[in-house]
């Protein structure tokens, strides 16, 4: 998505954009500071910093019938995995958020970073914590059964087929106190980029390999294809709809202190 704007493909005009990666959960919890004016969210910590933030059309992750999904080493009923000791990714993520949606349930959960809850799955333990399951986000959607792994549900597909929507996983927002006028010209530059990697996909693919864990060429480009495509471009009509609902369920199922409804830069 920001292959263009990481290497100066593109004019900003007044505009520097600095590249930091790091993994959503620590973004979501930098947002919760606003020390920074454009970062990516997760659409579960958007409905706490809303006050904050407002929403960018372009550049968010959506699961269109896939999505985060939860592993283990036996395979297991929803109503067994309610008894387990489950992995996370951080509990702002929008993984969790539909984990518990998914559930009806609290749950025992450890928090691990994300590119650790598949070998803490394979040892079933995570700095003395015992672990019966992993809500994996990323790239082990695609790599978890080269550990023999069971496949308990797939959230996005459950979500799919329970509400015909896609599952909103994350997003990109602006600081509201930077104005109007500059979060319409941030949206531009982010979609001109989000265009740009599409157009020039094998370049893009190539800089996104970098930070890659342990995928061939193959599995990136699949991967890429999941989470870059259309709804990355915009939102649409069934994209705000979807996060409408996804915010609106969290609230009522208990997990999000007030219904919050999403505020799209223009």
Same mark, same amino acid.
């Given at each position: 998505?920001?292959?263009?704007?990481?290497?100066?493909?593109?004019?900003?005009?007044?505009?520097?954009?600095?590249?930091?990666?790091?993994?959503?959960?620590?973004?979501?919890?930098?947002?919760?500071?606003?020390?920074?004016?454009?970062?990516?969210?997760?659409?579960?910590?958007?409905?706490?910093?809303?006050?904050?933030?407002?929403?960018?059309?372009?550049?968010?992750?959506?699961?269109?019938?896939?999505?985060?999904?939860?592993?283990?080493?036996?395979?297991?009923?929803?109503? %067994?995995?309610?008894?387990?000791? +489950?992995?996370?990714? =951080? !509990?702002?993520?929008?993984?969790?958020?539909? @984990?518990? $949606?998914? /559930?009806?349930?609290?749950?025992?959960?450890?928090?691990?970073?994300?590119?650790?809850?598949?070998?803490?799955?394979?040892?079933?333990?995570?700095?003395?914590?015992?672990?019966?399951?992993?809500?994996?986000?990323?790239?082990?959607?695609?790599?978890?059964? %080269?550990?023999?792994?069971?496949? +308990?549900?797939?959230? =996005? !597909?459950?979500?799919?087929?329970?509400?015909? @929507?896609? $599952?909103? /996983?994350?997003?990109?927002?602006?600081?509201?106190?930077?104005?109007?006028?500059?979060?319409?010209?941030?949206?531009?530059?982010?979609?001109?980029?989000?265009?740009?990697?599409?157009?020039?996909?094998?370049?893009?693919?190539?800089?996104?390999?970098?930070?890659?864990?342990?995928?061939?060429?193959?599995?990136?480009?699949?991967?890429?294809?999941?989470?870059?495509?259309?709804?990355? $471009?915009?939102?649409?009509?069934?994209?705000?709809?979807?996060?409408?609902?996804?915010?609106?369920?969290?609230?009522?199922?208990?997990?999000?202190?007030?219904?919050?409804?999403?505020?799209?830069?223009?």
């Amino acid at each position: 998505m920001f292959y263009a704007l990481a290497n100066n493909k593109l004019d900003t005009g007044d505009y520097e954009f600095t590249h930091e990666l790091v993994d959503i959960e620590t973004l979501n919890r930098r947002a919760f500071a606003a020390d920074l004016e454009l970062t990516a969210v997760s659409i579960h910590a958007y409905a706490y910093l809303y006050e904050n933030y407002i929403l960018c059309t372009c550049g968010a992750s959506m699961g269109d019938g896939y999505g985060p999904m939860v592993v283990a080493r036996k395979a297991m009923t929803a109503d %067994e995995l309610r008894r387990q000791t +489950i992995a996370v990714p =951080g !509990k702002l993520t929008s993984a969790y958020l539909a @984990l518990r $949606l998914y /559930l009806e349930s609290d749950f025992d959960c450890v928090e691990v970073p994300f590119d650790q809850i598949i070998p803490a799955v394979v040892a079933e333990k995570y700095e003395g914590r015992q672990i019966d399951a992993g809500l994996i986000i990323h790239e082990g959607q695609l790599t978890y059964g %080269e550990q023999n792994l069971n496949l +308990i549900v797939d959230l =996005g !597909k459950w979500w799919k087929d329970r509400t015909g @929507l896609p $599952l909103p /996983l994350g997003a990109n927002v602006v600081r509201k106190n930077l104005g109007t006028e500059a979060a319409e010209e941030i949206q531009r530059l982010l979609k001109l980029s989000i265009e740009y990697g599409l157009a020039h996909r094998d370049a893009a693919l190539q800089y996104a390999q970098r930070y890659g864990r342990d995928l061939n060429d193959q599995q990136a480009d699949q991967f890429v294809g999941m989470y870059v495509n259309d709804w990355t $471009l915009d939102f649409g009509h069934r994209g705000r709809e979807a996060v409408t609902r996804f915010l609106a369920e969290g609230h009522t199922a208990g997990v999000l202190p007030k219904l919050v409804e999403p505020e799209f830069i223009t």
